[in-house]
C-alpha cells in the first residue's frame, strides 16, 4: 500500500530564504507527483506536476525535482514571501485504470516578514 | 481552463439529517470525478471514485450507505451524507478528471466544510 510523508510537518523561515520541502512514497510504482498548496479552508491549487519519466519541473520561483527510484521528491521554493505561507501537499498517482491520487501528510509553511 | 465548483461551500446540519453536496465540472466534461475528505490539520483521503453512468468505487473503510454518490451527468457529481452525525463533521472536496488517461489532471473544487451539531 502506498504511503506518502512529507517532511517537515511544519516550518517557519523568514522572508527571502531559500527553502525545501520534502515528500517521500514508498512504491516507486508511480505515473506522476504533483505538489499542490492548500490555503487555510481552501481547496487546492496545483503547483507542479512531475511526469514519471522526468527529473525536475520549474514554475517561477518554484522547481520540483523527482527521484523515482529512491521514492523522493522536493519542492525547492526561491526568495520566500509572506505570500508563500500555506499548507504544501504532494501527492503520487498510482495511473493504471483508477488515476488515484495518494496525498501526503502536508508541511505548514510560514513565512516571517 | 479547467473549473470545478463546489456547493454549498459551508452547511450546518442537526444529526440525523442527510446532506447533499455537488460537485461540477464548469468548462470541461469529466467522466470521473473524486471525493475527498480531509480532517482538520490532516490531508486528503480518498473516499470514492465516481464514474459517469455507473456505481461508485468507494475506498476500504468507506461506507457507501452512508455516503451516496451519483455521477448522472458528464458535468456533476453529487455527495450525498446519510443521516449525518458529528463524526461526519469534515471538509469535502472534490475533483473532476479532465481527460480519460492515467496521466491526465485532476482539477480541485474549492470544498465544502460540512459541520454536524
Known amino acids: 500500500k502506498q504511503e506518502v510523508t512529507q517532511i517537515p510537518a511544519a516550518l517557519s523561515v523568514p522572508e527571502g530564504e531559500n527553502l525545501v520541502l520534502n515528500c517521500s512514497f514508498t512504491d516507486s510504482a508511480i505515473y506522476n507527483l504533483q505538489w499542490f498548496r492548500q490555503d487555510p479552508g481552501k481547496g487546492l491549487t496545483s503547483l507542479l506536476l512531475i511526469q514519471s519519466s522526468q527529473r525536475e519541473q520549474t514554475s517561477g520561483r518554484l522547481n520540483a525535482s523527482l527521484d523515482k527510484s529512491s521514492g523522493r521528491s522536493t519542492l525547492y521554493i526561491a526568495a520566500s514571501q509572506p505570500g508563500d505561507s500555506a499548507t504544501y501537499l504532494c501527492?503520487?498517482?498510482?495511473?493504471?485504470?483508477?488515476?488515484?491520487?495518494?496525498f501526503g501528510t502536508g508541511t505548514l509553511l510560514a513565512v516571517q516578514p | 481552463g479547467a473549473v470545478v465548483s463546489q456547493h454549498p461551500s459551508w452547511v450546518i446540519c442537526k444529526s440525523g439529517t442527510s446532506v447533499k453536496i455537488e460537485c461540477r465540472s464548469l468548462?470541461?466534461?469529466?467522466?470521473?470525478m473524486f471525493w475527498y475528505r480531509q480532517f482538520p490539520k490532516q490531508s486528503l483521503m480518498l473516499m470514492a471514485t465516481s464514474n459517469e453512468g455507473s456505481k461508485a468505487t468507494y475506498e476500504q473503510g468507506v461506507e457507501k450507505d452512508k455516503f451516496l454518490i451519483n455521477h448522472a451527468s458528464l458535468t456533476l457529481s453529487t455527495l450525498t451524507v446519510t443521516s449525518a452525525h458529528p463524526e461526519d463533521s469534515s471538509f469535502y472536496i472534490c475533483?473532476?478528471?479532465?481527460?480519460?488517461?492515467?496521466?491526465?489532471?485532476?482539477?480541485f473544487g474549492p470544498g465544502t466544510r460540512l459541520t454536524v451539531l
Open positions: 501527492a503520487v498517482n498510482e495511473g493504471g485504470a483508477t488515476n488515484k491520487l495518494i
Open positions: 475533483s473532476a478528471l479532465k481527460g480519460t488517461r492515467s496521466t491526465d489532471t485532476q482539477y
Open positions: 468548462d470541461f466534461q469529466a467522466t470521473t
